[in-house]
């Protein structure tokens, strides 16, 4: 009897020990855990900071080639034959105005996206969509700078025709002829 009480207490010293040192690690790992993330949520937060600069440096660049291409029309006239041949346009292009005919290959891909959104939705018997729903149909999510970044090409796409503006601010696919300024200046 006396011989298994010793075997017992030098095994659950051993026990002990062994528990003692999976508890430091667990510890440890614990420790590391939270520090990775605090790491981690640091840089998320720097990631939004980087994506909202970027957004507002692409939307400001938009803004400038529009302002540009409207402010000189004659130094960038494109006859109506050039422009419907034109059918892999560049991220940032401007938006021309719609016409009966124009494809819709003459716009960016990113304003074909909100486009295809828009027409789904219509298809699919659903009203005027708001800009951060179709944020996040497009898969950018909800943050305030891509749900600006697409509210400032639908709202683009409205002013074109190529979209609905409604009185509500919300969007829907539909098609409407625009005046466009100095149409007849150069033929």
């Given amino acids: 009897m006396r011989t298994s009480c010793i075997r017992f207490m030098t095994e659950g010293c051993a026990v002990a020990s062994v528990l ?3 508890e430091e690690r667990e510890a440890t790992a614990r420790v590391r855990v939270e520090g990775l993330r605090a790491e981690a949520a640091q840089l998320a937060e720097v990631l939004q900071a980087a994506e909202t600069e970027l957004d507002r440096r692409v939307i400001a660049r938009e803004e400038l080639v529009e ?7 004659e130094t960038t006239a494109v006859t109506e034959a050039e422009q419907e041949t034109v059918h892999s346009p560049v991220p ?3 938006v021309p105005p719609w016409r009966d005919g124009l494809p819709v290959t003459v716009l960016a891909p990113d304003y074909q996206r909100i486009l295809g959104v828009l027409e789904e939705r219509r298809s699919a018997g659903n ?4 800009a951060r729903e179709t944020a996040v149909e497009l898969g950018l999510g909800a943050t305030p700078a891509k749900v600006e970044g697409v509210r400032s ?10 979209l609905l503006l409604e ?3 919300m969007f829907s696919a539909g098609r409407k002829p625009v005046a466009v300024p100095d ?3 150069s033929a």
């Fill in 20 to 22: 003692g040192m999976l």
């Fill in 67 to 73: 302002a540009l291409a409207l402010s000189a029309p």
């Fill in 92 to 94: 940032g292009s401007v």
């Fill in 127 to 130: 009203g005027p969509v708001k």
């Fill in 153 to 162: 090409r639908a709202r683009r796409l409205a002013e074109r025709g190529w």
């Fill in 167 to 169: 009185a509500s601010g």
């Fill in 183 to 185: 149409a007849g200046s």
